[in-house]
């Protein structure tokens, strides 16, 4: 069983359109996260949730909303996309926060906006 | 603001070879976190190293988190082309409780056989 998992993989789309990437973590975990991978492979975090609670926000256009509808699932919803948010989103989870807590990460969802 | 750097950004080297991978920060970490991504797969957990001067092996592999924790290193001995990968550093950052990582650059490996 996949612990984290994200869909879809790949997500190719237009200019202007709305798009969502679903996560879901079967480890039991507390908290989880959207990290953005750029073209050179730097790693950022975007969002982290907490018991369905928001607890980072980084400076993210608010074209840009996380739902968590339970602790088991975060999903991304991007509201008229941009040429500029082409990059590999990765969804994460810990099972505590703070400064032991490994990050598992799901296998990432390739978005390309042409 | 909290940055982690890492060096070298790349490295080509032959089977059998050694090769140590920095990341340094002007700021002290609680914990740094080594991760090791391959091509369309998410990063995966290597170790974690919480004490200023700690030192962890997993097998060929020697982390140390510097006496300051604000700097770490990953060697490799006598690397493999399994060893092949992008090689990330993190530390946990901001508030002591959001669990929020920042990456360094990462390192892409390539071990030749």
């Known amino acids: 069983d996949t612990a984290v998992s994200q869909t879809p993989k790949y997500l190719v789309t237009q200019m202007g359109n709305d798009k969502s990437i679903k996560c879901e973590q079967n480890l039991g975990h507390d908290t989880m996260y959207w990290y953005k991978q750029d073209s050179k492979k730097f790693l950022k975090i975007m969002f982290s949730?907490?018991?369905?609670?928001?607890?980072i926000n980084e400076t993210v256009p608010n074209r840009f909303s996380p739902k968590s509808p339970d602790k088991a699932h975060l999903n991304l919803h991007i509201n008229s996309l941009e040429l500029g948010d082409s990059a590999v989103y990765f969804c994460a989870s810990s099972q505590v926060r703070g400064a032991l807590a490994p990050a598992f990460f799901g296998q990432g969802t390739r978005l390309t906006v042409v | 603001t909290q940055l982690l750097e890492q060096s070298p950004q790349f490295l080509s080297i032959q089977e059998g070879e050694n090769l140590t991978v920095y990341c340094n920060s002007s700021?002290?970490?609680?914990?740094l976190q080594w991760y090791r991504q391959e091509p369309g797969e998410g990063p995966v957990l290597l170790v974690t190293v919480v004490t200023g001067g700690e030192v962890k092996k997993l097998k060929r592999l020697t982390f140390q988190f510097g006496d300051a924790r604000k700097d770490s290193s990953l060697h490799i001995t006598a690397a493999q082309t399994g060893d092949t990968g992008l090689y990330l550093c993190?530390?946990?950052?901001?508030?002591?409780?959001?669990?929020?990582?920042?990456f360094g650059q990462g390192t892409t490996l390539q071990v030749k056989p």
């Open positions: 949730y907490n018991n369905k609670e928001l607890i």
């Open positions: 993190a530390g946990v950052g901001g508030s002591s409780n959001t669990g929020k990582l920042i």
């Open positions: 700021s002290v970490f609680s914990s």
